[in-house]
């Protein structure tokens, strides 16, 4: 039984900043991290390892330095770590991402008698469409299970799952047959913390690199070309200006009524 | 019965054997440990050794210590007597008799009263134990039962003594009267006639209370008097919070996950304690409630040792687990997280054992192999790792504190001085304050000094005393490596963790940084006449100061702060109950800063509530952690009129106004 956990190489979005001047993301400079979200998939897919003995595949699209990613989910345990890496898979969008994805999983179908589960972050941070998993789900023709924060029941020989999933107020409670792919939220588990042996291993261990050659996509599905939405515009929303009322650290009482008045005054404050 | 010297001489053969076979049970078990060179300036090391092991300056910082300091000078005294005991029981012949009797007469006399001394001290020893212990459980059979031996040892000199004496007429009995006073009043109660009788079981008892002893010894806590000398011979030079390098290669293991991984001067130690108490006496751990005790965790290391010696020597596994809760022979891992690293047991430790860094091992193992730690911590290691302090707040964010003023970047050649700002100086608001101050203070005695600003890293100082050395291990070399290509050789640091690190830490890593405090360097300034001082800094009120264990303890700064708030107020700063060496811990060393306290009293409250007993107007720290956990604490005893100032916001006060 194999389980794959999709992770993205993103930027550190606490520290972009966007130029001012041509509105895009200043990316120089700006270290990576692997987008919050799939770091619950990829824990998820190890405690499923832990305790049915699956094979965990992790598997990224992205440049060459994405590398690192998956130099991470090593450390964290995974048995297979690859990255689908090509120039004609860049400038891609949230469809051409997904038949890339999509490929690599189906390509690793026959490899291993059986494909489980896909887990992926619910959406990664820089782009925030969510569309990802659900489109890789769709190509493979997978149920799928979005905003999952817990795995009720899991019985692969009957290949069924059960899955709880967090909706605004409420949970969900969806079975569903197998295979799956998942798209989970930080409530699902807590991330482990690599231990250092196997930081060593995996600084030692290959990643796998698959370019279109081994996947062999039609260029009209991938990259720009296979692509319908695109960016035109990242901008800043300006920001009201502030003031500073009195001087909190002297006078905190004072400023505190100072604070009341003003909200009174603009009718913000629900009396 | 007569002294029979045949049985005498079978008894301590047997006694003998059964000591050597014990020390080698022991001692033997020192080669488990890992290898560690501990014979650098072997000078230096006899006087320590005379100092602290002969002339026990340490174990005489406490009152009890005088008790103590006699029993064991009693012993150094004693051996004359015991060694006479012993070769004359074997060979008759041998006797001190035999000296002349201008240095024989003389002798009697001090072991006489020496004997009478140790009597009298051993007494005093067992009252106290029984009536007002050092800790309740330190009333064992052990302890009775080694100080009762001690005194049967003493009647029965005496009893020996005045047996003789008894039997003794005209010119002996003057000379014994004169020479042997204690023996000859216990004289007084025998008749001449019983005199052989309670010589002989007076001998008797003497024998066999030293075989007991001799059989004893290296099997309980008493072991301590073939240990602490060595021990002290033996003691670390290094500051106490600079724990060794690992080296990060595959074979590796790392940290301490079971007792073989300790070197052998740390399992050493744990044969060297003998549970006196004053490092749990000084442990703010232990003080306010938490699981973990220094003692204990020395305690725990040796019955560890003993219990899975056997197996490990025939290169098997541990049969009892080092972390855990297993009872005796393990140390749980809420008491492994409860250090704050202030070192407070090692300064009290009179035969310098070293306990914190056994602790910090421990933790690396529980970080580094078994990726197990408070949740709390998950945060702060990927904070540190991602973005290289500990909020996780983006590197850019470290030039906010100075928008509105002008600072330069760190120039070599143009800025003397590298103003190493610190994760505190930062970004936490508060800490910010003194940040400005001191760039002020500094622009006014007109140094030149730039800082880094968004280049600036975390130096790691948390991540070090969590045992997540991996992740110090890199940010130790990022930073060497940017100091040296900035060209740094001068730095201000405003925080103690951050001066030992880069002062004590990185030294490890082939630098040696000019670091300096700003409390000391505030002070020089105003004493060289750079820095003028307006007006002094009066309406602080009543100010005392609290010693920061990383300034203190770990580095031996108390002057300094106190001699900048006194330049500054004109009265030197009220002293709180325990201060200087004997300071009491913040409760935020040792990464604690970043981990909830849910355990008993938290310490910071402890220590607010200590300071306020000097009924102060202003609480002054010079580290940025303490400045926080007194104004949280403050605020949590409702004592919100006392203001907490740091020493470079009281110098601003009074230069600045």
């Known amino acids: 039984?194999?389980?794959?956990?999709?992770?993205?190489?993103?930027?550190?979005?606490?520290?972009?900043?966007?130029?001012?001047?041509?509105?895009?993301?200043?990316?120089?400079?700006?270290?990576?991290?692997?987008?919050?979200?799939?770091?619950?998939?990829?824990?998820?897919?190890?405690?499923?390892?832990?305790?049915?003995?699956?094979?965990?595949?992790?598997?990224?699209?992205?440049?060459?330095?994405?590398?690192?990613?998956?130099?991470?989910?090593?450390?964290?345990?995974?048995?297979r770590a690859i990255l689908l890496s090509d120039r004609v898979f860049g400038g891609a969008d949230t469809l051409a991402t997904s038949n890339v994805?999509?490929?690599?999983?189906?390509?690793?179908?026959?490899?291993?008698?059986?494909?489980?589960?896909?887990?992926?972050?619910?959406?990664?941070?820089?782009?925030?469409?969510?569309?990802?998993?659900?489109?890789?789900?769709?190509?493979?023709?997978?149920?799928?299970l979005t905003l999952v924060d817990k795995i009720v029941d899991l019985d692969f020989s009957a290949g069924r799952i059960r899955v709880s999933r967090k909706l605004e107020g409420r949970h969900e409670i969806v079975e569903a047959p197998l295979p799956a792919m998942l798209t989970v939220v930080r409530e699902l588990n807590r991330p482990r913390y690599p231990k250092v042996p196997m930081r060593l291993a995996a600084a030692a261990a290959p990643v796998e690199v698959w370019n279109n050659q081994v996947l062999n996509l039609e260029e009209q599905s991938i990259g720009l070309k296979g692509s319908p939405t695109w960016v035109s515009k990242i901008f800043s929303p300006e920001r009201a200006t502030g003031e500073i009322l009195g001087d909190g650290y002297a006078d905190p009482d004072g400023t505190a009524k100072l604070l009341i008045e003003k909200l009174l005054a603009k009718d913000m404050l629900p009396l | 019965m007569a002294p029979n010297h045949t049985i005498f001489t079978m008894l301590l053969a047997a006694s003998l054997v059964i000591f050597a076979i014990s020390c080698w049970r022991r001692f033997s078990l020192l080669s488990l440990g890992r290898p560690e060179d501990r014979t650098d300036d072997p000078g230096r090391r006899i006087g320590e050794m005379l100092r602290y092991a002969?002339?026990?300056?340490?174990?005489?910082?406490?009152?009890?210590?005088?008790?103590?300091?006699?029993?064991?000078?009693?012993?150094?005294?004693l051996a004359i007597a015991n060694g006479e005991f012993l070769l004359h029981g074997v060979f008759p012949g041998i006797s001190?008799?035999?000296?002349?009797?201008?240095?024989?007469?003389?002798?009697?006399?001090?072991?006489?009263?020496?004997?009478?001394?140790?009597?009298?001290a051993v007494t005093i020893a067992a009252a106290r134990r029984t009536i007002a212990p050092p800790y309740p459980e330190a009333r064992t059979f052990e302890a009775y039962f080694i100080l009762s031996l001690i005194a049967i040892l003493m009647l029965a000199y005496f009893g020996i003594n005045a047996g003789k004496i008894a039997a003794m007429t005209g010119g002996t009995l003057n000379v014994a009267l004169t020479w042997m006073p204690v023996s000859s009043r216990v004289a007084m109660f025998v008749l001449p006639a019983e005199g052989r009788y309670v010589h002989d079981i007076s001998w008797w008892s003497h024998a066999f209370a030293l075989f007991a002893f001799i059989c004893f010894l290296p099997n309980s806590k008493h072991m301590h008097i073939l240990t602490a000398i060595p021990n002290c011979f033996l003691r670390r030079f290094e500051k106490p919070n600079t724990l060794p390098m690992e080296e990060f290669t595959p074979e590796n293991t790392f940290g301490v996950g079971r007792v073989d991984r300790y070197t052998w001067k740390d399992l050493l130690d744990s044969f060297s304690c003998t549970e006196c108490g004053r490092c749990q006496l000084a442990c703010p751990a232990s003080i306010t409630g938490k699981p973990l005790n220094p003692r204990g965790v020395i305690h725990d290391i040796k019955v560890n040792l003993l219990e899975n010696g056997p197996s490990l020597k025939l290169?098997?596994?541990?049969?009892?687990?080092l972390i855990g809760q297993n009872g005796e022979g393990s140390v749980c891992e809420e008491a492994i997280w409860s250090c704050t690293t202030c070192g407070a047991c090692m300064q009290a430790c009179p035969v310098f054992i070293e306990q914190m860094p056994k602790i910090v091992q421990l933790r690396r193992h529980l970080v580094e192999t078994e990726a197990t730690f408070p949740e709390e911590l998950l945060n702060l290691f990927e904070n540190m790792e991602g973005r290289s302090n500990p909020w996780g707040i983006a590197p850019s964010e470290r030039t906010k504190w100075y928008?509105?003023?002008?600072?330069?970047?760190?120039?070599?050649?143009?800025?003397?001085?590298?103003?190493?700002?610190?994760?505190?100086?930062?970004?936490?608001?508060?800490?910010?304050?003194?940040?400005?101050?001191?760039?002020?203070?500094?622009?006014?005695?007109?140094?030149?000094w730039g800082v880094l600003g968004k280049d600036e890293k975390c130096c790691g100082d948390s991540?070090?005393?969590?045992?997540?050395?991996?992740?110090?291990?890199?940010?130790?070399?990022?930073?060497?490596?940017?100091?040296?290509?900035?060209?740094?050789?001068k730095v201000i640091v405003q925080c103690p963790h951050c001066f030992s690190t880069l002062k004590n830490d990185y030294r490890q890593y082939g630098i040696e940084l000019d670091v300096i405090h700003h409390s000391e360097l505030l002070r020089n300034l105003v004493q060289d006449g750079r820095l003028a001082l307006n007006g002094t800094a009066g309406d602080l009120g009543v100010l005392a100061y609290h010693d920061s264990c990383y300034l203190g303890r770990h580095n031996d700064i108390y002057d300094a702060p106190?001699?900048?708030?006194?330049?500054?107020?004109?009265?030197?700063?009220?002293?709180?109950?325990?201060?200087?060496?004997?300071?009491?811990?913040?409760?935020?060393?040792?990464?604690?800063?970043?981990?909830e306290e849910h355990t008993g009293e938290r310490i910071n409250i402890t220590r607010v509530k200590e300071a306020l007993e000097q009924r102060p107007d202003t609480i002054c720290t010079a580290c940025p952690y303490c400045l926080t956990m007194f104004e949280d604490g403050l605020k949590d005893v409702r004592a919100e009129t006392v203001t907490v100032r740091d020493v470079a916001e009281v110098m601003a006060e009074a230069a600045l106004r």
Request: charged share 20%; glycine share 10%.
């Open chain 1, 1 to 79: 039984m194999l389980i794959v956990a999709c992770i993205k190489q993103v930027p550190d979005t606490t520290q972009v900043q966007i130029d001012p001047v041509t509105n895009t993301l200043v990316r120089d400079g700006i270290p990576f991290i692997v987008n919050p979200y799939d770091t619950h998939a990829l824990e998820e897919s190890l405690r499923l390892k832990d305790r049915f003995g699956c094979t965990v595949a992790a598997i990224s699209m992205g440049p060459p330095n994405a590398e690192a990613t998956l130099k991470k989910a090593l450390a964290l345990g995974v048995d």
């Open chain 2, 463 to 489: 991540v070090r005393r969590l045992g997540n050395e991996y992740v110090f291990d890199r940010m130790a070399r990022e930073n060497v490596t940017l100091f040296r290509d900035r060209g740094v050789k």
């Open chain 2, 403 to 448: 928008s509105q003023m002008q600072v330069r970047p760190f120039e070599k050649g143009v800025t003397d001085y590298l103003f190493y700002v610190g994760c505190a100086g930062s970004f936490d608001s508060r800490n910010k304050q003194v940040t400005v101050a001191l760039a002020l203070l500094l622009d006014k005695a007109g140094l030149t």
């Open chain 2, 54 to 77: 002969f002339l026990q300056q340490r174990v005489l910082a406490k009152p009890f210590g005088l008790n103590h300091f006699v029993i064991f000078w009693s012993f150094l005294v």
């Open chain 2, 562 to 595: 106190r001699q900048a708030l006194e330049l500054a107020t004109g009265t030197p700063p009220v002293e709180m109950g325990r201060n200087r060496e004997n300071a009491f811990c913040c409760g935020a060393g040792g990464g604690r800063m970043w981990m």
């Open chain 2, 96 to 120: 001190l008799a035999r000296l002349p009797d201008g240095i024989y007469f003389p002798l009697l006399l001090v072991l006489d009263i020496v004997s009478l001394l140790a009597l009298a």
């Open chain 1, 101 to 144: 994805l999509a490929a690599a999983i189906r390509k690793l179908h026959t490899e291993y008698d059986n494909v489980g589960l896909v887990l992926c972050g619910k959406q990664t941070i820089d782009g925030d469409t969510a569309q990802v998993g659900p489109g890789i789900a769709s190509r493979l023709g997978y149920q799928q």
């Open chain 2, 315 to 321: 290169g098997g596994t541990p049969l009892k687990s």
